[in-house]
């Protein structure tokens, strides 16, 4: 037998489009109130929009004057919740309501445990428009509101789980909404978590939730250039794991094993790699060509090399690496307050042949820098001497410039990622980054929508600003040599 839950005695039906229609044209009353009155001095509003929004949380409670009554059976499960509401609320938020609704007063609905559980909540939701939510809800909630095409409460719930991709849980929330908005075809949120999941790679790697990536998600991530992890050899031990773990077939390693930047990995690391890692040595004659390249890369002159070989493809192009060899963490206190600089080395690439080579870096920060078009103007008319400048009219400007040339830097340029670290239940996580390349010495958008001047300013930890500052040496192809 069912189990049957929430069963509430309903009145005659004819009181429901009576009542609810009554609720709607409270509404409508009030709109026209405000078209008529609006170019009125004397105007006032009076405003109990809350009190109807009560009332109407109380006419589903109760189930007073309901004509449609739903029956909510959980899949795998005897039990049924039950519901009594009235039909035009529901047409109203949602158009699939309205058409299984048509000439019918009753609906058995079958939905999955999650989603069974959240259906009062959702109910309520088409009833005064409000609902909260945690974490593990997000999904439920869209994949009900996106089964009835409520569109307002499917943006919702996606905007909270871009903005919430930072909150700690303890089996980690993204690389599962990642999933979904993958199944649901939702390209947003897909960029908004692989974006996130990216720029915090390291942090990942260190949870349970890395053991969660399926296959083309970690293809995905081993594609990319902007992922932020202490080194390759993180990533190729992260890798390792993940492949231990699942077992997958061998073409599926080969192909991640392929994806990973040998050229990045210092020689002595690849030796160990090559004799004490279990997948290398099983996989070994499907890298093995990418081995012997790295290990000529280190050996070499950077501009020797590039004469031979094809520099300019991923393999040579680092990694946003948070090593101190390839940048510096600057912590800004107060940063409104005035101009700050800073200076720091790196080494010039990633070659071996260049590891005792360094270059010295010079940053400049300024909160409020103005633009040559923004800033005073002189004239000989008394009514325009100057132009009136407003502090707030400046904005953060950050300035890297090399301290000295040399000859060494031929064939190289340089990409520089600032990355700004944001706090978040007690955690730093990185969510804004900023690119520019060496033919610019700063980033035109730097802090566009920062408001230095808030002590709550979501780009501040502690009324400080946490950049990590990342040079990546790119290595250009300078003759080119038949072979």
Known sequence: MAKVIGVRRATP??????????????????????????????????????????????????????????????????????????????????????????????????????????????????????????????????????????????????????????????????????????????????????????????????????ASVSIDLLLLLLERSDLVLQSELELYTAVEEWVSTHQPESPVVEKMLRAVRYPMISPSHLFHLQKQSSVMVKHYNAVQDLLFQAFQFHSAS????????????????????????????????????????????????????????????NVLFSPRWLPVSLRPVYSDSVSGAIQSIRIEDGRPRLVITPATTSSDFAGVSFQKTILVGVKQHGKVFVKHAYSFHQSTDEVADFLMHADLQKRTSEYLIDNSLHLHIIIKPVYHSLIKVKK
């Open 13 to 210: 039906r004819r009181w429901a489009c009576s009542l609810a229609s009554l609720s709607l044209l409270c509404l409508a009353v009030q709109a026209v109130q405000k078209a008529d009155l609006g170019g009125d001095s004397t105007v006032a509003t009076i405003n109990h929009s809350l009190s109807l929004l009560q009332r109407l949380q109380e006419l589903l409670h109760s189930g007073n004057a309901s004509d449609t009554t739903l029956r909510v059976r959980t899949t795998g499960s005897d039990e049924i919740k039950v519901f009594y509401t009235h039909q035009l609320m529901l047409s109203l938020q949602s158009e699939i309501f309205e058409s299984l609704l048509h000439n019918q007063t009753m609906l058995t609905l079958h939905e999955p445990p999650d989603s069974a559980a959240l259906f009062e909540k959702f109910i309520r939701y088409l009833y005064c428009g409000e609902i909260s939510i945690l974490l593990h809800q997000a999904i439920p909630l869209h994949r009900l509101a996106s089964k009835y095409h409520v569109s307002s409460l499917q943006r919702g719930v996606a905007e909270y789980m871009k903005s919430h991709l930072a909150s700690e849980s303890s089996q980690g929330h993204v690389v599962n909404w990642y999933h979904y908005a993958v199944r649901i075809g939702d390209e947003a949120l897909q960029e908004s978590c692989l974006q996130f999941l990216a720029w915090n790679l390291s942090a990942v790697m260190g949870t349970a939730e890395w």
């Open 302 to 361: 950077p501009i020797h090399f590039a004469k031979y070989f094809d520099v300019n493809c991923s393999m040579f192009l680092p990694r946003n690496y948070l090593s101190t060899s390839w940048g510096s963490q600057w912590v800004i206190n107060n940063p409104a307050r005035d101009d700050r600089s800073t200076s720091f080395q790196t080494q010039l690439g990633p070659s071996n042949h260049d590891s005792s080579k360094r270059v010295t870096w």
